[in-house]
């Protein structure tokens, strides 16, 4: 079965970096792969979603990239702010089912 | 305008007890997710309700857990004869139509079972 996988350990930058978040997926391509923010207490936020024919997606300082070959989605935060600290949800849902399943998420964590 | 709705916030219940948890969705979204998230685990897919389509109820755990929709609105949880592994926050999410394609999640539902 298809399996997200995304970097467990929680990545540390200073404020001004560009974080970059990956996800790794197996198998099949999927159809396409969406990011989420999740705060603690709270839901997760829809962010960006990128279909699998397209390299690149913008959205302010989000960009998010789909790699088929790699079988890689890269998630970046340009010029990341302490505001921008959170937990990164990568999710998918293919082969034909409308049900994302999502990784275990990655911990991101901006120093001022 | 509104986002999806869950209540109660929190839950604290005793094992062997049966709880019940509601989800309002976005107004007008045909497809309704939920989803379990114990403590530093991803998202568990429970169940899904497309329009009038019979639920998807592949990814409930046991046959403790039963869901329903009534009027293509609001869901409703329901776990009986609860017991401790059950503990974890419970996420419904719904969008504009299916596919599974940008989900509006509400905040969860923290149940904890002593």
């Known amino acids: 079965s298809q399996k997200i996988e995304q970097n467990s350990e929680a990545l540390n930058i200073q404020e001004g970096k560009t974080a970059t978040l990956t996800c790794n997926y197996t198998?099949?391509?999927?159809?396409?792969l969406q990011w989420y923010r999740q705060d603690p207490g709270r839901g997760p936020v829809f962010l960006l979603l990128?279909?699998?024919?397209?390299k690149e997606k913008r959205k302010e300082r989000l960009k998010v990239t789909f790699d088929t070959t790699l079988k890689q989605s890269l998630f970046h935060i340009t010029a990341s702010q302490p505001a921008d600290s959170a937990t990164y949800l990568c999710?998918?849902?293919?082969?034909?089912?409308?049900?994302?399943?999502f990784g275990r998420g990655t911990s991101l964590i901006v120093h001022p | 305008g509104a986002g999806v709705s869950q209540s109660p916030s929190n839950k604290v219940t005793e094992k062997g007890k049966d709880v019940e948890l509601r989800c309002d969705p976005i107004?007008?979204?045909?497809?309704l997710y939920w989803y379990r998230q114990s403590l530093g685990q991803g998202l568990e897919f429970l169940i899904y309700?497309?329009?009038?389509?019979?639920?998807?109820k592949s990814g409930l755990p046991s046959d403790r857990f039963s869901a329903e929709r009534t009027g293509g609105s609001v869901s409703t949880l329901t776990i009986q004869r609860t017991q401790q592994e059950d503990s974890a926050v419970y996420l419904c999410?719904?969008?504009?139509?299916?596919?599974?394609?940008?989900?509006?999640f509400g905040s969860g539902t923290q149940l904890s079972v002593l």
């Open positions: 999410a719904s969008s504009l139509v299916g596919g599974g394609e940008k989900l509006f």
């Open positions: 107004s007008g979204h045909t497809a």
């Open positions: 990128i279909r699998e024919n397209e």
């Open positions: 999710g998918h849902a293919s082969g034909g089912s409308y049900i994302p399943t």
């Open positions: 198998n099949y391509s999927p159809a396409y």
């Open positions: 309700f497309q329009g009038n389509s019979a639920p998807d």
